[in-house]
């Protein structure tokens, strides 16, 4: 995807002496359950870092990137109808000067399928298509994902990264949600991009 994109609409054996001294510390939970629970603290911690981090940023801002440029979308986060208004996502730098917007159009979000018709990216922030779709894909509780009349040349060729396909008989693509929102994840933090997580959607 370019700088700038037009609408298209990235049986066990005996046990040994040795088995059965692991066997015993394995017994009394020193390990396992000990190595779990540390785990799952250092996630929580991780989480509440990150939402700290959020409370810090704009109202509506969704990414960071490591250079201070960031994204914020209209309406309240989450409320992914609100793409599809007369706002549209925007981002900024750390100044808080505008770097042009994300053009969402179409969206429909249904119990079992969030569609749209065209992303355009009208900013100087490039890979902006993979935001879109993780923001998009992140905070909808629909099964399945889809983009409309794409384009093979250009948002085809992302959104086949992402593992969507081409649906029979048409020019749509489309994937189960949360795993194209994980890879679109992914993409956005390789691009350095730190994410606004939603404690019932995230990772």
């Not at 990235?10 to 046990?15: D, F, L, S």
């Not at 100044?95 to 992303?119: K, R």
Request: proline share 5%; net charge neutral; aromatic share 6%.
């Amino acid at each position: 995807m370019g700088d700038q994109m037009a609408p298209y609409g990235e049986g066990v054996g005996p046990r040994s002496a040795t088995s059965g001294v692991r066997s015993a510390f394995r017994g009394s939970g020193r390990f396992g359950p000990r190595r779990h629970g540390t785990s799952q603290a250092t996630v929580s911690q991780a989480a509440q870092a990150n939402d700290a981090f959020f409370v810090r940023q704009s109202p509506g801002t969704v990414a960071v990137r490591q250079d201070g440029v960031h994204l914020v979308v209209p309406g309240q986060i989450g409320d992914v109808g609100a793409l599809d208004g007369n706002e549209n996502p925007e981002f900024f730098d750390r100044e808080g000067s505008t770097l042009g917007q994300i053009e969402i159009l179409g969206v429909a979000d249904t119990p079992m399928t969030c569609s749209l018709f065209a992303i355009s990216n009208l900013s100087k922030v490039r890979g902006a298509a993979y935001l879109a779709v993780w923001y998009l894909t992140s905070h909808t509780m629909a099964t399945s994902f889809e983009v409309q009349s794409v384009n093979p040349d250009t948002l085809g060729r992302l959104l086949k990264r992402l593992g969507m396909a081409w649906v029979p008989g048409t020019n749509n693509m489309a994937g189960e949600t949360k795993d194209v929102s994980d890879a679109a994840r992914r993409k956005c933090q390789r691009h350095h991009w730190r994410l606004r997580e939603d404690p019932a959607t995230g990772p």
